[in-house]
């Protein structure tokens, strides 16, 4: 019995170790969709991390803008609904019946916004997340600042 459960440690490290080597650093990729951040086009994928008491933003290994956490005003959220028309003509070349079910089907795409004063430096941007992370980049967000994401569908303009 011993020597059963020896062989399956080593087993056991043998696979882990090796899927330990090649983890993730612990940061978000995300999608700059425009804002305050200088040299940044509306499009660029940039690494974000959310660290104890700030948030960088990083892109090809160089810092674009390191945020203390305290100087994080306000942190929105949003999402981008829409049919997949383009890609139901393209299919209905093909199959009339797979073309019209997939453009009743519809995608989403999740927004985060982040606003910033710090001394005399303030901005903000909005950053394209994957469905995947976006609640864990808010729950970060909203962890290292102590502020609550605001839900900007929610929110109503009036003029």
């Known amino acids: 019995m011993r020597e059963l459960l020896r062989r399956i440690f080593a087993l056991v490290m043998c696979l882990v170790m090796p899927v330990s080597l090649f983890a993730d650093d ?4 995300v999608v700059y969709d ?3 951040l200088q040299g940044v086009q509306t ?10 008491n700030q948030i960088r933003f990083v892109r090809n290994g160089e810092d674009l803008i390191v945020l203390p956490a305290s100087s994080v005003t306000e942190i929105s959220y949003g999402q981008d609904v829409h049919r997949r028309v383009g890609a139901a003509i393209g299919v209905a ?5 797979v073309g019209a079910l997939l453009a009743l089907s519809k995608s989403k795409k999740h927004f985060v916004g982040v606003t910033w004063a710090n001394g005399d430096q303030k901005g903000g941007f909005a950053m394209q997340c994957d469905k995947r992370d976006y609640r864990g980049i808010l729950a970060g967000l909203e962890g290292v600042t102590g502020k609550k994401a605001v839900d900007s569908d929610a929110m109503t303009v009036k003029n």
Do not use: D, P, Q
């Open 43 to 52: 499009g660029a994928k940039v690494r974000m991390f959310i660290e104890g």
């Open 93 to 97: 070349i093909v199959s009339l019946g």
């Open 26 to 29: 612990n940061g978000y990729t």
């Open 34 to 36: 425009g804002g305050s």
